[in-house]
């Protein structure tokens, strides 16, 4: 298996723009997490999917973000409008059942502007 | 161990050293523990994970100790490798699925 795929690695956008992350997750995967990280605060959980369906966000910062799971084997985790406080590394992660152990994407860096 | 502020406690070993990297917690109710290592451009990988009802448990080159009266969790490496350099995290989870990760600590293993 290829494991958690994200894209793009890198991002570098302007203020304003709206940037969109994807993640696939682990096939056969029905749990799926996206955290941010900056030095600053860690690792934070943004949003917590099982089944396709959303069912912890407390941890999405503001309305900008938004995240969407149209099916088992993809994910969304949208900004609009960037800012350069959103800059940081956005993981994705995916295991069988939302309990047993994670496995992590190798993350976006996204840098605004 | 883990910390606060804007700087990641690092802790430098030779090769060939054991390295013990401490984390404390702070939830009580947090049943299960798990440590994460993350080398530099990369995600968080799984190293090893102990349940509450324990207080050791053994991977291979790996030992994880919990002591729950101080809320207090360790990582032992053995026989340190320069490979092993990079970020450990510890996460704690109760209840939910979610796990509350700490901040981090760098190890740097000098050839």
């Known amino acids: 298996d290829a494991g958690v795929i994200q894209s793009p690695r890198h991002e570098v956008t302007e203020m304003g723009q709206e940037v969109t992350l994807r993640c696939k997750p682990i096939?056969?995967?029905?749990?799926l997490f996206w955290y941010r990280q900056t030095m600053m605060r860690g690792l934070e959980l943004l949003i917590y999917?099982?089944?396709?369906?959303?069912?912890?966000d407390s941890g999405m910062p503001e309305d900008r973000f938004s995240a969407k799971m149209p099916n088992a084997s993809f994910s969304t985790l949208k900004i609009q409008p960037s800012e350069p406080r959103d800059s940081a590394v956005y993981f994705c992660?995916?295991?069988?059942?939302?309990?047993?152990?994670?496995?992590f994407g190798p993350g976006t860096r996204l840098t605004v502007l | 161990g883990e910390s606060v502020g804007l700087h990641l406690p690092t802790l430098s070993v030779q090769e060939g050293d054991n390295s013990i990297i401490n984390c404390a917690y702070s939830?009580?109710?947090?049943?299960?523990f798990i440590w994460y290592k993350q080398e530099s451009g990369k995600g968080p990988q799984f190293i090893i994970d102990?349940?509450?009802?324990?207080d050791k448990r053994q991977g291979q080159r790996v030992t994880v100790l919990l002591n729950k009266t101080v809320k207090h969790l360790s990582l032992q490496i053995a026989a340190t490798q320069p490979g092993d350099s990079a970020v450990y995290f510890c996460?704690?989870?109760?209840?939910?699925?979610?796990?509350?990760f700490g901040r981090g600590t760098s190890l740097i293993v000098h050839p």
């Open positions: 992660a995916s295991s069988l059942m939302g309990d047993d152990e994670q496995f």
């Open positions: 096939s056969g995967h029905n749990s």
């Open positions: 999917f099982n089944n396709n369906v959303p069912i912890d």
């Open positions: 939830n009580s109710a947090s049943d299960y």
């Open positions: 102990i349940r509450s009802n324990m």
């Open positions: 996460a704690e989870r109760g209840g939910s699925y979610i796990p509350t």
